[in-house]
């Protein structure tokens, strides 16, 4: 089993920057690809943005790309999401995903563990 923490969310003005951590923990050998998902009220969730583990290839959706930056920590088994010049759109309960294959995946279904989420805000 392998164990997802988010942190880092909170709330922020529009056009501010927020930085969310996803710490993993547990058989962390078998992730291969993470991925940020986000899911605002009444909304499905959605892709946001995946990183293969090992060679740092990154996927942004097309609504936060220039916005958002997925990075990651090999020693820490920390993956990052770097948001700035965030809109009250951004506004969702945010949740990061680990998955065993390496490809860098939009599909919620093939990410095989998800951490509890972190909710961030952004104010007009």
């Known amino acids: 089993q392998v164990q997802l923490v988010e942190s880092g969310g909170g709330l922020v003005q529009a056009g501010g920057s927020l930085r969310l951590s996803c710490a993993a923990s547990g058989r962390t050998f078998s992730t291969n690809a993470m991925g940020w998902f986000r899911q605002a009220p009444g909304k499905e969730r959605e892709f946001v943005a995946a990183i293969n583990w090992r060679s740092g290839t990154t996927y942004n959706a097309d609504s936060v790309k220039g916005r958002f930056t997925i990075s990651r920590d090999n020693i820490k088994n920390t993956a990052y999401l770097q948001m700035n010049s965030l809109k009250p759109e951004d506004t969702a309960v945010y949740y990061c995903?680990?998955?065993?294959?390496?490809?860098?995946?939009?599909?919620?279904?093939?990410?095989?563990?998800w951490g509890q989420g972190t909710q961030v805000t952004v104010s007009s």
């Open positions: 995903a680990a998955r065993t294959s390496s490809y860098v995946s939009s599909r919620t279904y093939e990410y095989n563990y």
